[in-house]
């Protein structure tokens, strides 16, 4: 592959580990250059860094060349959260990116445009889902309910509530026989993905929602106490 | 997959540290391999006292919040910048996986984005460095007891980087046999210090608690001891706290340091180095101090704010490797049960 040169300014990185895959997004404005990812449990660690720092070799740039770094901050595996934003945090620390934290069913939601009640549900372990709805059908994701732990029954309610017709998410597919009367997208192919990570970190940049690189910090969703014994 | 790939020697002006695989949060800054420019450690120990013992999502999210400004402070207190880096160390195990992974996750960041080696260090390893920092005279062989609440190890060290495992506990570590201990008094959490205290007015010879394994080679084992000072909490005739952690500290002191002196002795070591958490008890500090001065070697043993986790012994022993030309991929990993041998 030839390298896209690029103008040296306004890279925007859009990163996701919160679940069992990965991505990294190179963007400029709203355009993706580059992108890759993958299913990789109890990987990320491994294989997240090098991705990126090969994709921005790829498009031509280097970490000075990044203006702003977008990364879900919650909810989703609390390791995955803490290795994703850590991540981002350092580079804005180091080289003096911009930082913005993004909703991860927000940026799950991005991907399926079109939908005017979409569910969006995460697995959560211990029987829960981690879900909020949204309406899709102007292109970009316009939050219906705020994020809230599910059982699979209540999540069920309420998308008959929310008149729901499209359930993403892996959430959503772990308990997809919970929720006849709608259509699940399956785990495999219903992933976070860094280019909408990045558009709706380009969104929050323009309208000035920058966040103290220290600062930055999981939204677990979840008292640590529940995980004690 | 191996934790280093080959390259020429280097010698990094200022190398950073980075720690953080159980309780303790800690960010240094090395000039030149032995100049200690910052060393900061946040402890998580109120947190998890009302627990009794490390819980790993609340060290891991305490990690979380102070990483970033521990590396900020730590530049600043250094009065250099990010640029003038020259190498990141970072513990990569053993420890809490996700603890760890954190500190891994900082340190590549940090490598990549300045384009300077990321090092890799055994937790281990670095604990042996930390005696070795204050004691530059040492001579090898070196028999090296290190203890804390999570390991407890005999090493032979033939030189930097040969390691020999003598032998390690086969059930409970040392620092935590204090732990389960102080928890059957009440004392509280960690034990190490409580019983300490406690034991300075106790007699340590009120109690004949069993010397587990004392002459079988070199493994370890504390879970029996700490089962008898339980059932003699239980008896009659128990005596005063006081006496019990004495005589349950005698008895673990004993054990330690009979086993490390015998091994200088069969080794011909020409020195002796005490460290991890558990290095901190004087009572173990001065035994091994004697024994090592009626052999006539050295007793390298870390100062008390060296003795517990700190990421000056990264920065030590990330120098050492670099010095051998070692530097880690990015794409290394965490790895919760890593071995030093």
Known sequence: ????????????????????????????????????????????????????????????????????????????????????????RTIAQVTGAKLLGINTLEALAMAYPGVKSLAVGLDARRGEIFGAFFDTSAGTSRRLTEDKAYKPEEFALAMQELNCTLAVGSGAGRY????????????????????????????????????????LLPQYLRSAEIMVS | ???????????????????SSCDETSVAILANGNEVLANL?????????????????????????????????????????????????????????????????????LAGCLNIPLIGVNHMEGHIYSALLENRDIEFPMICLLVSGGHTMLYKVDGLGLYTLLGSTRDDAAGEAFDKVSKALGLGYPGGPKI????????????????????????????????????????????????????????????????????????QAKSLALAGGVSANR????????????LGITFACPSLDLCTDNAVMIAKAGWELANRGLRSPLSLDAKPNLELV
């Open chain 1, 1 to 88: 592959m030839i390298p896209k040169k690029i103008e040296t300014k306004g890279i925007i990185l859009g990163l996701d580990c919160s679940g069992e895959s990965f991505s990294v997004a190179i963007c400029q404005g709203e355009e993706c250059l580059a992108q890759c990812g993958g299913f990789s449990p109890r990987s990320h660690l491994r294989r997240f860094f090098p991705a990126l720092r090969d994709n921005l070799e790829v498009v031509g740039a280097s970490f000075k060349d990044v203006e702003a770094v977008a990364v879900t901050v919650g909810p989703g595996s609390f390791t995955g959260l803490r290795l994703g934003v850590v991540t981002a």
């Open chain 2, 283 to 294: 009572a173990l500090r001065e035994r091994l101090h004697q024994g090592a001065k009626r």
């Open chain 2, 41 to 109: 450690v946040s402890t998580q120990i109120p947190l998890h006292a009302k627990y009794g013992g490390v819980v790993p999502e609340v060290a891991c999210r305490a990690h979380m919040e102070v990483i970033n400004p521990l590396i900020a402070e730590a530049l600043e207190k250094a009065q250099i910048g990010f640029n003038d880096l020259e190498a990141v160390a970072v513990t990569c195990g053993p420890g809490l996986v996700g603890a760890v992974l954190l500190g891994v996750a900082v340190a590549k960041t």
């Open chain 1, 176 to 215: 997809a026989e919970s929720f006849p009367g709608t259509v699940v997208v399956p785990s495999a192919s219903s992933q976070v993905r860094g280019d909408c990570v990045a558009l709706l970190g380009f969104r929050d940049l323009r309208e000035g929602k920058v966040i103290e690189p220290l600062a």
């Open chain 2, 1 to 19: 997959m191996s934790n280093y790939e080959r390259v020429a020697p280097y010698q990094p002006k200022y190398i950073m540290g980075l720690e």
């Open chain 2, 196 to 267: 300490q205290a406690l034991a300075e007015h106790g007699n340590k010879k009120a109690i004949r608690f069993s010397r587990p394994m004392l002459n079988d080679g070199y493994d370890f084992s504390f879970s029996g001891l700490k089962t008898a000072v339980v059932l003699h909490l239980q008896s009659a005739e128990r005596g005063s706290d006081a006496d019990i952690c004495a005589s349950f500290q005698e008895a673990v002191v004993d054990v330690l340091s009979k086993k490390a002196l015998r091994a200088v002795s069969q080794y």
